[in-house]
Structures are given as structure tokens and as C-alpha cells.
């Protein structure tokens, strides 16, 4: 199926409904770290969506929570990313008995989930790197930019993040 900018908006707010259901009990104990703040700030300057960073720290926690599971191959993580998010009361549950704290959410460890969530996208509308080719990020947002207008689409929502708009 063609990529569609029409059908984007509508992921788009979905995104917005399942991020803001699986953080909203968890975010507010996040965002009480200055640290994370202005690491989310520094990404949003960067031209992050509130979408784009939302489903970076979900990545996050939900890595964070898979590695302390012991779950090491790819089909047990995806299948815990799957029924997380289909029952976002699961990340609220593992966060009350093992809370994350805001300051392991670096702006490293969350530009790698960011990175992860484009080659993802990039792979779903069938522009993602080339088996054997190497990989290099710039390039690849680039063309999401350019070519999906990956880093301008969004659709209107209440500020997720606190403080939005506070520069």
C-alpha cells in the first residue's frame, strides 16, 4: 500500500491517543528530572515531534523493562512491545514495581530510539536501508524528511511533555 500523507495524520493521532494512554500515570514522575526535561527540549529544538519523542520513551521503558525480563531475542521483544501497548496498564505495572529513573532517559538513549522508530517507519513504507549497504542515519532522516515529511507532520494535541512552548 501506498504511502499516503492523509492516512500519516490519522497514524499520527493514533500515536498521540496510545503514547499519551500508555505514559500519562508514568510521564509525571519522568518529567520531575530537570535533566529529562531538557533533554526532550534539546530533541524537540532538534525538530522532534511531541509523537516522535512520546514513542522514544515508550522504546525506552519498554526496552529497559524487556532487558530486565531477560528477554533476548528479537521475537520475545516484539512480542512484549505488542502486548504492552495493546494493555498500556502492563507499562504502568512493571514502572510501579521497578520505576525507571528520568535521568536514565539520556539524550543518547533516547536518539537511539528515535532512530530505531525512523528505520522502522522507513521500513514500513518501503524505503528502508538496503540489505549489505551501510547505514547512515543523517541520510536516512533526510530522505524521511524530504521525502515523508517526517519531521513536519502533526496534528493538534494537548502538550504531553509540560513546559511546551517554554524556550
Known sequence: MPWSEDEEYERIRVRYEEYTSALDPILPRLLEDRGLRTVLSSLESEGWK???????????LLNRHARAAMLETPEAMEEFA?????????????????????????????????????????????????????YNPDTMLELADRRYRYRQLDVEHV????GCGEK
Open 50 to 60: 511531541h509523537w516522535h519523542l512520546l514513542a522514544a520513551v515508550v522504546s525506552a
Open 82 to 134: 505488542r502486548s504492552v501497548m495493546e494493555e498500556p496498564s502492563l507499562l504502568v505495572a512493571l514502572e510501579a514495581a521497578n520505576q525507571t529513573d528520568g535521568r536514565a532517559l539520556t539524550q543518547e538513549l533516547l536518539h537511539q530510539a528515535l532512530q530505531l522508530n525512523l528505520l522502522a517507519f522507513l521500513g514500513n513504507v518501503g524505503a528502508g536501508p538496503r540489505p549489505g549497504r551501510g
Open 159 to 162: 502538550c504531553p511533555l509540560g
